[in-house]
């Protein structure tokens, strides 16, 4: 592997934040947005811009609301919130579930600051019928992950900005993940177990828009797609629960789902190794890859054609990534405990990446 050190030079960034802590990172070029992952922050949404600096709090839900799955493009940033009964604690994070009543899915645009409900429901058994689980949003789609009744879920695809439904796909198992891709919907799903987060027996469909859903691999759980690049995380071991299968791996291949090549570094059947937050975009997949035994997390890359990805030198631990716009941006964790401040880094994609 090549390291390439992310240097002043090139790298532009904002922080160190010594509070709060953030999570959520979602990027438009060098322009981020974010959320807070701790409970006092929960409802707190920031813009920056990395060419300057530059970061302020535009968003702040009411009490007791939690921020998700906030999504930024083409000038606009999406999130869910969700409202939770009394008496049940805040997720920390952004994991939904157990005891939200009512959700919201709001639109900002980042030039006016003007927002918009684009959506709104009460959750099943509080007089809704939906829940709003995750969304996708690339500029000219918005994907909405819900839960219905009966323990299904659905994925519904809107044309942006006119709303217009384009695709809807009902499944029966639960949904660990989904991307869009130019002819439709990716996602992972399997049996549920050990409640309501953990699923096993995993597996990946391919649903276009005309047509029917086709298996594309097993025991797959995160899904990442853009333009003409789609990766996935399989973990045997995870998804069939059992020691003696192989380990994590991240698979990449074209949007027409042709041979999938495995791209991460890490050895399968080693337990100290691992694979968080992936994304793809610009023409590109970014993942981090874990090893206890060696230390930190590497910030990972991979281009079509590549013959091995790449690492980059950052200065801290992190499992946010995200690529837009032409940029790769990223949390840098520094520290532990009491002293722990994070930095948002980003880089432009033609800074890394050799013509």
């Not at 009460?122 to 994907?143: E, N, P, Q």
């Not at 391919?206 to 797609?225: H, I, M, N």
């Not at 853009?226 to 003696?244: E, H, I, K």
Request: glycine share 12%; net charge negative; charged share 20%.
């Amino acid at each position: 592997m090549e390291s390439i050190p992310a240097g002043a030079d090139r790298c532009a960034g904002i922080g160190p934040l010594a509070d709060p802590e953030v999570t959520g990172l979602t990027n438009d070029g060098p322009i981020v947005a974010f959320a807070g992952f701790d409970a006092a922050h929960a409802g707190d949404l920031w813009l920056g811009d990395l060419r300057s600096g530059a970061v302020e709090m535009v968003y702040q839900a009411a009490t007791g609301i939690e921020i998700a799955s906030p999504q930024l493009a083409s000038g606009h940033l999406l999130w869910i919130e969700w409202a939770r009964e009394a008496g049940v604690d805040y997720s920390v994070g952004g994991a939904g579930g157990p005891g939200v009543t009512e959700w919201w899915l709001n639109d900002m645009d980042t030039q006016s600051r003007r927002i918009a409900t684009l959506a709104h429901d009460h959750t099943t058994g509080f007089g809704g019928a939906t829940f709003a689980d995750k969304i996708v949003f690339d500029g000219s789609r918005l994907g909405i992950e819900e839960q219905i009744q009966d323990a299904a879920t659905r994925i519904v695809v809107q044309d942006w900005p006119s709303g217009k439904s384009v695709q809807s796909v009902t499944v029966a198992d639960r949904v660990y993940d989904f991307a869009l891709t130019g002819d439709g919907v990716l996602y992972s799903a399997g049996a549920d177990r050990y409640g309501p987060y953990g699923t096993d027996h995993m597996h990946l469909m391919d649903c276009p828009r005309e047509g029917s859903c086709q298996t594309v691999a097993p025991d797959v759980y995160d899904v990442a797609a853009s333009g003409d690049v789609v990766a996935w995380l399989a973990d045997p071991s995870s998804s069939q629960d059992s020691d003696s299968l192989p380990g994590a791996r991240l698979y990449t291949t074209n949007a027409k789902l042709g041979p999938a090549q495995a791209v991460s570094s890490t050895e399968a059947s080693r337990r100290s190794q691992g694979i968080r937050g992936i994304a793809s975009g610009s023409g590109m997949v970014a993942w981090w890859e874990q090893d206890a035994d060696v230390g930190p997390n590497t910030l990972t890359v991979w281009t079509p054609g590549s013959v091995a990805p790449f690492h980059l030198a950052t200065s801290g631990d992190s499992v946010d990534v995200s690529l837009g716009g032409g940029w790769l941006a990223w949390f840098e964790d520094v520290g532990s405990g009491d002293s722990s401040t994070t930095r948002v880094r980003a880089v432009p994609i033609t800074a890394i990446v050799k013509p």
